[in-house]
Nanobody, 123 residues
């Protein structure tokens, strides 16, 4: 059993900042890539950013230069720092992690998702 729990969402004015956190727990042998996605009602879930196990990062063009992603492997935690927020950044932010764990004597690697945290950017 693996759980991803996000926190840090909320209401913020345009130009403001937020920091999202996501903690992974449970049956984890290795935490591989971790990332964040954003979803607006009625639309698909869009990729925002990814951080590799060695802290290599990549970002969607829409957030490049405004958002940063980092991780603390000792705490099984990934962070997303959202700066210079715009109304179009509003949505539910989901944490994603590619996790290797051992089940029934074998190792498996699967993608896991958190429950999401709401970010609203509005004046």
């Amino acid at each position: 059993q693996v759980q991803l729990v996000e926190s840090g969402g909320g209401l913020v004015q345009p130009g403001g900042s937020l920091r999202l956190s996501c903690v992974a727990s449970g049956n984890i042998f290795r935490l591989n890539n971790m990332g964040w996605y954003r979803q607006v009602p009625g639309q698909q879930r869009d990729w925002v950013a990814t951080v590799t196990r060695s802290s290599g990062t990549s970002f969607a063009d829409s957030v490049k230069g405004r958002f940063t992603i980092s991780r603390d492997n000792a705490k099984n935690t990934v962070y997303l720092q959202l700066n210079s927020l715009r109304p179009e950044d509003t949505g539910v932010y989901y944490c994603n992690a590619r996790i290797t764990n051992k089940r029934g004597g074998y190792y498996y690697t699967d993608d896991y998702w958190g429950q999401g945290t709401q970010v609203n950017v509005s004046s």
